[in-house]
């Protein structure tokens, strides 16, 4: 590159703003003792209280200053909103719904995830995922990249909203600590020894990965209307699939045949998404990086699965929670679906 280029490069690059903190009680009794696999620690950061792993405190500005391209798609959600489920949507219509090579590759060779690096040191991260993850990588990959990423919009590439086509996915607070609780439960890195309500309060204290919730999902919010933001339910998924699908596609200048969509809408169907993870369970059992008896990944797809976990007292502590975060917003959640398959 040209001095003069390089000048311009750097005079574009901007601060990331906000400072990461090692948490020391992250790695003491009693956090320690119900997240044993979180044994490196983790980091906050500040202004705002994002709360994520120590490796990602140390690299969090090579995040900030990865380039986003104008054919790119991005995934953005608060982890269990639905971001599988919209990455397979997402890269089907990005990809001419190419079916077919969706069911012979992995998703997360096809959609790599952002930050997915820096969960764990790199040494412990399986040599196959790292070489599709790092950064290196993505800075490699040929367009259209459909990138995964559950980091709020502040600490993404500041020119991503302005560059890219962005889906944020939203889900109802109560189900997301459900199948966050489970998540846990079923990935060795948290290995999660506690109970769904010792879940719920590190959740509503904001001290488990990827948290804050509501100024995540707020934020996002607040940007829906932006040209290149796509703001979606996990509820509205479920309600009317064919409408979401007909939607994304309108939103990455698309358009599908309904013989495409006939296709697309039985892929992205639970059924067909949980048996290609039942397919590839022998590959994940030789990665090491879940719990064999701790379930699955795709679990049960529904809405309102809180009903089945959570007690009165801590589903009105839960509401006092949600009723003061959205005080003076007007996001309104649908916490469960009259009808649902
Ligand atoms: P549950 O744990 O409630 O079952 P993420 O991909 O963000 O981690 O979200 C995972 C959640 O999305 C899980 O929720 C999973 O079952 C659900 N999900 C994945 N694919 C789905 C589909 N095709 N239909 C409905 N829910 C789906």
Redesign the pocket.
């Known amino acids: 590159m040209s001095q003069e280029g390089k000048e311009d490069d750097e005079s574009q690059a901007q601060e990331l703003p906000v400072k990461f903190n090692f948490i020391p009680e992250s790695i003491t009794s009693p956090f320690i003792d119900i997240f044993p696999g979180q044994n490196e620690g983790m980091v906050r950061g500040e202004p705002g209280g994002f709360v994520f792993s120590r490796e990602y405190g140390r690299r969090a500005n090579e995040i900030y200053q990865f380039k986003p391209r104008k054919d790119d798609a991005w995934v953005c959600?608060?982890?269990?909103?639905?971001?599988?489920?919209?990455?397979?949507l997402v890269w089907l219509i990005a990809n001419g719904c190419d079916t077919e090579k969706a069911k012979q590759i992995p998703l997360q060779m096809r959609s790599p995830y952002l930050e997915g690096d820096y969960l764990i040191s790199p040494e412990k991260m399986p040599q196959e995922i790292r070489e599709c993850w790092a950064l290196e990588a993505l800075t490699k990959r040929p367009s259209p990249r459909v990138i995964k990423s559950?980091l709020p919009f502040n600490l993404l590439p500041p020119q991503l909203l302005e560059t890219s086509k962005v889906v944020y996915?939203a889900?109802n607070p109560k189900?997301v600590i459900?199948?966050?609780y489970?998540?846990f439960k079923l990935f060795k890195f948290h290995d999660f020894k506690g109970t769904l309500e010792d879940f719920a309060n590190y959740s509503m204290d904001g001290q488990i990965y990827y948290s804050p919730y509501f100024p995540h999902v707020l934020d996002a919010w607040s940007k829906r209307h932006y040209p290149n933001v796509l703001f979606l339910f996990?509820e509205e998924?479920?309600q009317d699939?064919r409408a979401v699908v007909e939607r994304v596609a309108a939103h990455l200048n698309q358009t599908v045949t309904e013989e495409q969509m006939v296709r697309v809408l039985e892929y992205?169907?639970?059924?067909?998404?949980?048996s290609t993870e039942a397919a590839g369970k022998e590959k994940v059992k030789e990665m090491g990086i879940m719990n064999e008896d701790a379930g699955?990944?795709?679990?049960?797809?529904?809405?309102g699965?809180w009903k089945n976990h959570f007690s009165p007292e801590l589903n009105e502590r839960i509401d006092k929670w949600i009723q003061d975060n959205l005080a003076g917003s007007d996001l309104k959640f649908v916490m469960e679906l009259d009808k649902q398959d």
């Open positions: 959600t608060f982890s269990k909103s639905g971001t599988t489920w919209t990455q397979e559950h996915v889900r189900d459900v199948s966050n489970h998540h996990y998924m479920k699939l992205l169907s639970f059924k067909n998404l949980a699955t990944f795709f679990r049960k797809g529904k809405t699965d």
